[in-house]
Nanobody, 116 residues
Framework: QVQLVESGGGLVQPGGSLRLSCAVSVRFFNAYAMGWYRQAPGKQRELVATITPLRDINYSDSVKGRFTISRDNAKNTVYLQMNSLNPEDTAVYYC??????????WGQGTQVTVSS
């Protein structure tokens, strides 16, 4: 059973920054493409950033230039550095596999709230 544990969310003012972490309990973590997803109230979950095993990276248009995804394979962890946050970024953020429909069970996510 793969466990995904997201952390690092919180309340931040517009223009602020947060760094999210996701610890993944899986063997051969380095073999998986990983993604950060978010779900705002009343909206569907959306993919905002992906990183492949070879560290090819893609972002959704809504976060490009502001968010940075990275991974530390030695720690089985994927990160999301979020800068220039705005209220539209308010959501619960999750990590999971990317580039596949074979997702692991979702973790609890971490709440990000951008508000003055």
């Amino acid at each position: 059973q793969v466990q995904l544990v997201e952390s690092g969310g919180g309340l931040v003012q517009p223009g602020g920054s947060l760094r999210l972490s996701c610890a993944v309990s899986v063997r051969f973590f380095n073999a998986y493409a990983m993604g950060w997803y978010r779900q705002a109230p009343g909206k569907q979950r959306e993919l905002v950033a992906t990183i492949t095993p070879l560290r090819d990276i893609n972002y959704s248009d809504s976060v490009k230039g502001r968010f940075t995804i990275s991974r530390d394979n030695a720690k089985n962890t994927v990160y999301l550095q979020m800068n220039s946050l705005n209220p539209e970024d308010t959501a619960v953020y999750y990590c999971n596999r990317a580039l596949t429909n074979a997702k692991w069970d979702w973790g609890q996510g971490t709440q990000v709230t951008v508000s003055s």
